[in-house]
């Protein structure tokens, strides 16, 4: 069983502890990616070869989701949209700090 490119737990444990307002606009917007990243690598690994950690993980991921209604192509569309968002906010928070605030 192995769990090549999946998020290791404790990297998941500490996220959650920290809040997110004390996080930076570049932590929020790498968390976001692995965890995503994580959550296609999960439906990509046969379940087979993933650890019991990792299963349990998944399947509560996937009733979620089921859950929602929304098909894969759907919420994939929206990871899209919200890693853009992240993204642009963090260019934002960028460009303000090397400008002194200054707005175009």
Request: aromatic share 6%; charged share 35%.
């Amino acid at each position: 069983m192995s769990d090549s490119y999946r998020k290791d737990f404790s990297d998941k444990a500490a996220e959650k502890v920290k809040p997110d307002s004390q996080k930076s606009y570049a932590e929020q917007g790498k968390e976001f990616v692995t965890d995503q990243a994580d959550k296609v690598a999960g439906k990509m690994q046969p379940e087979q070869e993933k650890g019991a950690f990792q299963g349990v993980n998944d399947a509560a991921h996937k009733g979620k989701s089921e859950a929602t209604g929304k098909s894969m192509t759907e919420q994939a569309g929206e990871y899209v949209d919200a890693a853009k968002a992240k993204l642009n906010d963090a260019a934002e928070y960028v460009s303000s700090s090397l400008h002194g605030g200054e707005k175009n």
